[in-house]
Nanobody, 125 residues
Protein backbone atom coordinates (compact mmCIF):
# COMPACT_ATOMS: atom_id res chain seq x y z
CA UNK A 1 0.00 0.00 0.00
CA UNK A 2 1.45 3.33 -1.09
CA UNK A 3 1.61 5.89 1.68
CA UNK A 4 3.14 9.26 2.40
CA UNK A 5 3.06 10.29 6.04
CA UNK A 6 3.99 13.77 7.20
CA UNK A 7 5.21 14.55 10.70
CA UNK A 8 6.99 17.29 12.59
CA UNK A 9 4.33 19.96 12.56
CA UNK A 10 3.34 21.92 15.63
CA UNK A 11 3.26 25.35 17.17
CA UNK A 12 6.22 27.69 17.08
CA UNK A 13 6.80 31.37 17.78
CA UNK A 14 7.71 33.74 14.94
CA UNK A 15 11.36 33.39 14.10
CA UNK A 16 11.43 29.78 15.21
CA UNK A 17 12.16 26.60 13.29
CA UNK A 18 10.52 23.29 12.53
CA UNK A 19 11.57 20.28 10.48
CA UNK A 20 8.88 18.39 8.66
CA UNK A 21 9.34 14.80 7.54
CA UNK A 22 7.64 12.94 4.73
CA UNK A 23 8.05 9.18 5.08
CA UNK A 24 7.23 7.04 2.07
CA UNK A 25 6.13 3.43 2.20
CA UNK A 26 4.90 1.01 -0.40
CA UNK A 27 7.10 2.55 -3.06
CA UNK A 28 10.67 3.76 -3.45
CA UNK A 29 10.59 7.51 -3.19
CA UNK A 30 13.95 7.89 -4.93
CA UNK A 31 12.14 7.21 -8.19
CA UNK A 32 9.83 10.17 -7.60
CA UNK A 33 10.19 13.88 -7.19
CA UNK A 34 8.72 14.94 -3.86
CA UNK A 35 6.98 18.23 -3.31
CA UNK A 36 5.73 20.10 -0.28
CA UNK A 37 2.51 22.05 -0.44
CA UNK A 38 0.59 24.06 2.11
CA UNK A 39 -2.95 25.27 2.54
CA UNK A 40 -4.00 28.00 4.94
CA UNK A 41 -7.61 28.48 6.03
CA UNK A 42 -9.61 30.17 3.30
CA UNK A 43 -6.76 30.02 0.82
CA UNK A 44 -5.88 27.78 -2.08
CA UNK A 45 -3.20 25.16 -1.74
CA UNK A 46 0.20 26.40 -2.88
CA UNK A 47 3.44 24.73 -3.78
CA UNK A 48 6.26 25.38 -1.34
CA UNK A 49 9.21 23.28 -2.43
CA UNK A 50 10.16 20.26 -4.50
CA UNK A 51 13.21 18.01 -4.83
CA UNK A 52 13.81 16.33 -8.15
CA UNK A 53 14.22 12.58 -8.53
CA UNK A 54 16.69 12.89 -11.39
CA UNK A 55 19.45 15.15 -10.08
CA UNK A 56 18.30 16.17 -6.62
CA UNK A 57 17.79 19.75 -7.75
CA UNK A 58 15.61 21.80 -5.45
CA UNK A 59 12.87 24.30 -6.14
CA UNK A 60 11.26 26.85 -3.87
CA UNK A 61 8.37 29.28 -3.86
CA UNK A 62 9.56 32.88 -3.65
CA UNK A 63 7.87 33.29 -0.30
CA UNK A 64 10.11 30.68 1.35
CA UNK A 65 13.42 31.07 -0.49
CA UNK A 66 16.30 31.50 1.90
CA UNK A 67 14.25 30.24 4.83
CA UNK A 68 13.19 26.70 3.88
CA UNK A 69 15.45 23.84 2.79
CA UNK A 70 14.27 20.58 1.26
CA UNK A 71 16.39 17.44 1.41
CA UNK A 72 16.01 13.70 1.07
CA UNK A 73 17.45 10.63 2.72
CA UNK A 74 17.08 7.85 0.18
CA UNK A 75 18.18 5.18 2.64
CA UNK A 76 15.32 6.20 4.93
CA UNK A 77 12.87 6.79 2.05
CA UNK A 78 12.18 10.17 3.65
CA UNK A 79 12.11 13.78 2.48
CA UNK A 80 12.57 16.66 4.89
CA UNK A 81 11.57 20.31 4.91
CA UNK A 82 13.65 22.42 7.27
CA UNK A 83 11.78 25.63 7.99
CA UNK A 84 13.64 28.50 9.62
CA UNK A 85 12.70 32.10 10.42
CA UNK A 86 9.07 31.12 10.46
CA UNK A 87 6.44 33.81 10.06
CA UNK A 88 2.75 33.87 11.00
CA UNK A 89 1.90 33.72 7.29
CA UNK A 90 3.57 30.29 7.15
CA UNK A 91 0.71 28.92 9.24
CA UNK A 92 -0.98 26.18 7.23
CA UNK A 93 -1.48 22.47 6.84
CA UNK A 94 1.58 21.13 5.05
CA UNK A 95 1.32 18.19 2.66
CA UNK A 96 3.92 16.19 0.82
CA UNK A 97 3.23 14.63 -2.54
CA UNK A 98 5.02 12.50 -5.14
CA UNK A 99 5.31 13.12 -8.85
CA UNK A 100 7.68 12.42 -11.72
CA UNK A 101 8.91 15.93 -12.48
CA UNK A 102 8.85 18.83 -10.05
CA UNK A 103 6.40 21.62 -10.57
CA UNK A 104 5.18 24.25 -8.14
CA UNK A 105 3.09 26.19 -10.65
CA UNK A 106 -0.44 26.95 -9.48
CA UNK A 107 -2.98 24.44 -10.71
CA UNK A 108 -0.49 21.65 -11.39
CA UNK A 109 -1.20 19.66 -8.28
CA UNK A 110 -2.96 17.06 -10.40
CA UNK A 111 0.39 15.78 -11.67
CA UNK A 112 1.24 14.67 -8.16
CA UNK A 113 0.22 11.04 -7.93
CA UNK A 114 0.44 10.34 -4.20
CA UNK A 115 -0.42 12.65 -1.29
CA UNK A 116 -0.04 12.55 2.45
CA UNK A 117 -2.74 13.65 4.85
CA UNK A 118 -0.91 16.70 6.08
CA UNK A 119 0.57 18.11 9.25
CA UNK A 120 -0.45 21.39 10.90
CA UNK A 121 2.09 24.17 11.33
CA UNK A 122 1.07 27.13 13.47
CA UNK A 123 3.29 30.18 13.85
CA UNK A 124 2.10 32.66 16.44
CA UNK A 125 3.17 34.46 19.56
Amino acid sequence: QVQLVESGGGWVQPGGSLRLSCAASGFTSVYYSIGWFRQAPGKEREGVSCISRSDGSTHYAESVKGRFTISRDNAENTVYLQMNSLKPEDTAVYYCAATIECTLDPGTELVYEYWGRGTQVTVSS
